[in-house]
């Protein structure tokens, strides 16, 4: 997480872009189930490649929310079947690729191509997670060659964007379903920014000890994690023995972030409800040892603490600055899982709040 105050500044311009877009939506139902995703896109351009994409400019993408979805659609599917793939593969250069496949190599791995090569043509004095990539590169270029960092960058465009805007559609959405939790996270927000310890944009030190907000955040990606199938592994050499059971060596397991996080004996019997209160008691290890948004141990998520530094600074600031109510308080969001739960249906009316 330290090494991420390299990049805050710079999800501070996109944090300032947002609210500027928001500002101009006033008065209007804004789909800002679309907008945080416009926003998340723009952000890994920014703490990327130096640069926006220029999606909350143009307030919509250029196609590439259909090419990670095309590659989600495949991998919620034909990647839980290898043979499929590989007989797939094999056939590809006569049928083509039809089942989204090739979208995560082809065409996002095009768009990362061109971003890089355009970041080294313009070149930059930032600390971004190019400038750290390249320096691997002339550190160790055998291990870690030119088609590593393109490869790397475009594991940041597919992941990085999607998964932090259905997390932040999560705590928006939650919040406005439940306003005595909203009301509680204003009133957190309006009382550290009375005694001077706000800043605007909010710093990540200051979100981190928001003892609500992180409470929140919790608890709105305990009930709608992105990933919304089993994540897999791969039991080791002498296999392993789980609940009582052996499994030989080579088994592929997996548990579903959705099931781990309605366990009634970890999370209390109510787990379908939206508490964030259950994160503020003092004895509640077990429930951060089997947090399972962004998976766990040896392999969880590369990007867990971008996604969570974005999610940090966003929320406070834009509670700060806006009164946020659905458009219609009684409509729910629609959802769908191509590996990701993607949620639809989150139109939300802001009216500006007077921030001294």
Known sequence: MESLKDLEPYVDDSVKHFLGKMDEQQGRSVDMGSWVQLFAFDVIGEVTFSKRFGFMDAGKDDGSFNAIEGALRSASWIGQVP???WIHDFLSPVIGSHLGIAARHGSLR??????????????TDRKDILSKLFQAHEDKPAEFDDNAVISMATSNIFAGSDTTAISTRAIIYYLLKNPEHKRRLVSEIDDMRSRGKLSDPVTLDEANNMEYLQAVMYEALRLHPAVG????????EGGVEIDGRFLPAGTVVGVNPWVVHRNKDVFGEDVESFRPDRWLKEDNGDMHRFFFAFGSGARMCLGRNISWMEMSKLIPTMFMHYDLELSDPEAGWTEKC?????QQGIHVTMRPRHVE
């Open 110 to 123: 095009s768009f990362a191509m061109s971003e890089v090569s355009a970041r080294k043509d313009r070149g």
């Open 338 to 342: 191509w590996w990701f739960v993607m």
């Open 229 to 236: 199938m089993s994540l897999p592994r791969v039991t080791p």
């Open 83 to 85: 043979w499929l793939y």
